[in-house]
């Protein structure tokens, strides 16, 4: 039935579209662009299952620079924490654009290492950008943010992290 509306006034959406109008203005509220596939960097396009819709909050040039992923141990020694932070920011100093999940361990080190540097930073996160918590990953998204770096989640705004998320938020 065409556009569902009452006589004089707006069309009513249908539901899926009323959600997804409210969370496109939500993001845009919170400063958050969506970046459709079109939108992306080619190696984004290129990958396995690339995602629809990508939020981003920061730079999304930090997308299109050269770039290193880093993904490791949660439960990360000294050693291979100092170690992922040094490789990071020598990167970094190199103009390198550093990619991590920003979890514990390894990933934090890397964004550190590159934060220590001067550098740019990219954290994929495995929930929406809404739901970063408050403490330790809360600090380090400002300070990414703050050096213009990016926040990147291909989760609506408001979504929880699952523990399947993480291995797949990595092809990112």
Do not use: W
């Not at 919170?30 to 299952?49: F, H, M, S, V």
């Not at 995602?51 to 040039?61: E, F, M, Q, S």
């Not at 170690?83 to 020598?90: C, F, G, M, W």
């Amino acid at each position: 039935r065409g556009g569902g509306g009452r006589a004089g006034g707006p069309p009513r959406l249908p539901p899926v579209l009323k959600k997804a109008a409210e969370e496109i203005e939500f993001a845009h509220q919170d400063g958050t662009k969506l970046l459709t596939t079109d939108d992306l960097p080619d190696e984004l396009r290129q990958i396995y299952a690339p995602p629809v819709v990508l939020y981003v909050k920061g730079d999304p040039a930090a997308l299109c620079a050269l770039k290193m992923a880093v993904v490791g141990s949660r439960d990360a020694s000294i050693y291979g924490r100092q170690t992922a932070s040094l490789i990071a920011k020598e990167l970094a100093e190199a103009g390198v654009t550093i990619v991590s999940g920003m979890a514990m361990g390894i990933e934090r080190a890397a964004h550190e290492g590159a934060l220590a540097a001067g550098g740019t930073t990219v954290a994929v996160l495995a929930c929406g950008l809404a739901k970063i918590s408050d403490g330790a990953p809360r600090e380090m998204a400002d300070r990414i943010l703050a050096a213009q770096g990016a926040l990147v989640s291909e989760y609506p705004m408001r979504m929880n992290a699952e523990p399947g998320f993480f291995p797949v938020r990595n092809r990112i």
